[in-house]
């Protein structure tokens, strides 16, 4: 089965500057996607940033970008010149590529942004 | 606007009580999925469906049930027998031809006393 790990529980950073978000993941499989979502304090899930694994060139999104290390299994969300806005719980989830897994997302237990004026 | 409505936002019950979550999208959507998120734990997958009157349990369905009917609306029963049924729950729905993303809805904080 699949897990997704995301190791750090808490992250602050200053208005601004630059902060990493970790993930790690563990599949047999060879063939997914990636992804990474945002819940701001209303709750309601939004999607960040999407990588394929067949893809080896990282996603980028305005100032998200990911760091796609396939190898080691990492899916790491940069975000730069952070914004209050940004301040947020961020999820990484995994979705198998193939039909049976229903397109069922694996998420992380989440890493909770705080951004600092 | 295309999107997905739960209702209510806030719910709350007496416990032994079973109590409905309504789930409606207006987005042609195939696929549809009912998550269940607590404090310090990412989202768990309860039930998901595919198409019309077939669906499939999750990781956590024991306590809960739920019924497709129609396309646009997945409603899921929390029973008596979900031994700690106060969580946020989020409804998804995807296009299983299209898109790559699920799309949430709003959620539902239920409160079980």
């Known amino acids: 089965a699949q897990t997704v790990t995301q190791s750090q529980p808490e992250m602050s950073v200053q208005e601004a500057e630059t902060v990493t978000l970790s993930c790690t993941y563990d599949t047999s499989e060879s063939d997914y996607y990636l992804f990474w979502y945002k819940q701001p304090p209303s709750r309601q899930m939004i999607l960040v940033i999407r990588q394929e694994a067949y893809k080896q060139q990282n996603a980028t999104e305005n100032r998200f970008s990911v760091n796609f290390q396939k190898a080691a299994k990492s899916f790491s969300l940069k975000i730069s010149d952070s914004q209050l806005g940004d301040a947020a719980m961020y999820f990484c989830?995994?979705?198998?590529?193939?039909?049976?897994?229903?397109?069922?997302?694996?998420f992380g237990a989440g890493t909770r942004l705080a951004v600092h004026p | 606007d295309g999107g997905i409505t739960q209702s209510p936002k806030y719910l709350f019950r007496k416990e032994g009580q079973n109590v409905t979550l309504s789930c409606e999208q207006n987005l042609n959507h195939d696929a549809m999925y009912w998550y269940r998120q607590d404090p310090g734990q990412g989202l768990r997958l309860i039930y998901y469906s595919q198409i019309v009157n077939d669906f499939q349990k999750g990781d956590i369905a024991e306590g809960y049930s739920v019924s497709r009917e129609k396309k646009e609306s997945f409603p899921l029963t929390v029973t008596s027998a979900q031994k700690n049924p106060t969580a946020f729950y989020l409804c998804?729905?995807?296009?299983?031809?299209?898109?790559?993303?699920?799309?949430f809805g709003p959620g539902t904080r239920l409160t079980v006393t």
């Open positions: 989830a995994y979705r198998s590529a193939f039909s049976g897994g229903y397109n069922k997302l694996i």
């Open positions: 998804a729905s995807t296009s299983t031809v299209y898109s790559y993303e699920q799309y």
